[in-house]
């Protein structure tokens, strides 16, 4: 890839950041599966170590097959530098522990990732720092949840799983305006589809597991954001808590970035036909679809977002049990939490990915018993709307 030329997002995700002359011309980036890195010399090392000299010492600290990974992430979200991680989670918690200490607090969107809401919750009991959630769907309602002691202001858009959207234009500039940064986690859009920097976020979060890596087949987490900050999450929390990425995972997402695109543009596709499908099936009661033009977060998803995304939530006419018989009828389409796979997944949010919030919590945030949701895969369409259709004609 030419050094000072800038192409496309989609030549981006198969090139950008790797130079296979630094490779023995290796058309793909080698798996640097190696725990240390020798010094030649105690010079060396001792130049290594206090930077003088750049280079690898301890995979912890950074490896060449997940550098590349990082290079190509930060551009692509357009952030200065990025930082891979073991999970999802171990990205979310390397964030804001570093972001915060005992008395700040943190606004977060109305609904947020499971497990993001359990940390926050032992942030809040053990460490004092405390949390409260925002509808943020105006200036005011932003404002209001800000308090002095208020250091980010923590956002998931689309929220799972009512695919309620977070304006992301607003929340920058009242947070440009107190001085606090924003914190977006960009999962479930990938930056094919929303790039929150250039809005005004400061640091990007992803969990790589879903669309990044696309395949259903590795756990990971990414982060994105000014150098200064990156560099200090590597050097401390990263460093010392230890949650790193391996190199064969770092090299899974880089074969899945490639045809980051490409797969987007069909979940995407699929997913509108299947709406559309499901707005009209009599046993449908309500979809929650953000490219859905009665929707009523239609006009943020045209500003922020190029495409809906691969994601629907629906209710069915009828009852809990209703609903589960209706996915144990399904038999192309699989029962299983996560998203952004090539094969369509189907799970049910009461019982499962937010079973652990209160009910009345649950009915609040419109998680209703019937309420199922769908991450679209890459099949063809046609054959995901027979078996939707039959498992719908059977209850
Ligand atoms: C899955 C998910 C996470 C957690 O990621 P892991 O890779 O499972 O640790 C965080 N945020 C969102 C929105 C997710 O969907």
Redesign the pocket.
Known sequence: MGKNKSYQFETEVIHKGYDSNQFQDSLNPPIFQTSTFTFATAERGEKRFSGEEEGFIYSRLGNPTVKVLEERMAALEDGEAALAFG????A?SAVLVSLTKTGDHIVCSQGI?G??FGLLQMMKEKYGITHDFSPMSTRDEIEKAIRPETVCIYV?TPI?PTMKLVDLELVCSVAKEKGIQVVV?N??CSPYLQKPIPIGADIVIH????YIGGHGDV???IIVGKRAFIDEVRMTTQKDIGGIISPFDAWLLLRGLKTLAVRLDRHCSNASKLAEFLSEHPKIEKIYYPGDPNHEDYPIMEKQMTQPGGLISFTIKGSKEDAQRFMNRLELIKIAV??GDAETLIQHPATMTHAVVPENERKKMGIEDHLLRLSVGLEAWEDIRDDLASALNGI
């Open positions: 999970s999802g989670m171990a979310v990732y497990c993001t998931e799972n986690d999962t479930f969990s790589a597991t879903k756990i990971a987490g996560s998203l």
